[in-house]
């Protein structure tokens, strides 16, 4: 995308009331996780969803079964095909398998001046991790982002220290954030319920800030797949549409929770198994409107 697109495009945001969002993430052939959500969260929200197809993923309620990475021509070809025709309001960042398709994404976002999203999936195309052995793509990936949401062992990973408590994950997010000029939105799911009472705590953390923390209702329900990319693509698209990360993140979480709780009335796969990891229902505002009525 040329500096002047970009330029345009964030001058342009502000007036947006058809965002139109893009997705850089993998595939998944289940429909809960990845550019599915993504593409299902954009439009909950109002926005206009393109897609970069990273990876193809064979997976279900179970699991992931298998990962085809895509070429990087490919990954490159679709940037490029976006980027030359079609102004964008937002990015969102999600699994992108390998340090290489990391570059190659990191050097496009560099010439797109709309705000990027990037939630950091540890998941290489191989099945295995992307580590703090992938530094220097990391760093360049960060550096291309407006807001980075990492859930709190994604954040031990991207700051190579262990995470003891609430406070050091706050205090670790900073130093990311400074380093990378980039604001850090702390999640606290994988917090102990019975130590935060009052709610899950997640944390809007920047450089020489204090945190905003935004607490929600803890959500005791096994439809939590893609609660990761729905939430970032949530924010993308509030901020297309033109919000700062604080209001996005007061309009998205209440969202996503009602979201997780209606996620087993979907039927989707086969709950009664003790594997089953279900998808939230990305339509469920939508549903309410369009068919009140209906029982099922």
Partial sequence: MTEERGALTAAAARARAVPRVLSIAGSDSGGGAGIQADV???????????????????????????????????????????????????????????????????????????????????????????????????????????????????LEVLTERTLPDWEGALAAAGELAARHAVTVLVKGGHLDPDEYPDGVPDALVAAEEEAVVVTGSWQRVRSTHGTGCTLASALATLAGAGLGWEEALRQAKPWLAEAMRRGEALAVGQAELPGWHGPVDHGWREREQSAPSRTW
């Fill in 40 to 154: 299902k969260t954009i439009a909950a929200w109002g926005g206009y969803g393109m897609t970069v197809v990273t990876a193809v993923t064979a997976q279900n309620t179970q699991g992931v079964q298998a990962v085809h990475p895509l070429p990087l021509e490919a990954v490159q070809d679709q940037l490029d095909a976006v980027g030359a025709d079609i102004a964008v309001d937002a990015v969102k960042v999600g699994m992108l398998g390998s340090p290489a398709v990391m570059e190659v994404v990191s050097a496009w976002l560099e010439g797109c001046a709309a705000p990027v999203v990037l939630d950091p999936v540890m998941v290489a195309s191989s099945g295995d991790s992307l580590t703090a052995a992938d530094a220097a793509a990391w760093e360049r990936l960060l550096g291309a982002a407006d807001l980075v949401t990492p859930n709190l062992p994604e």
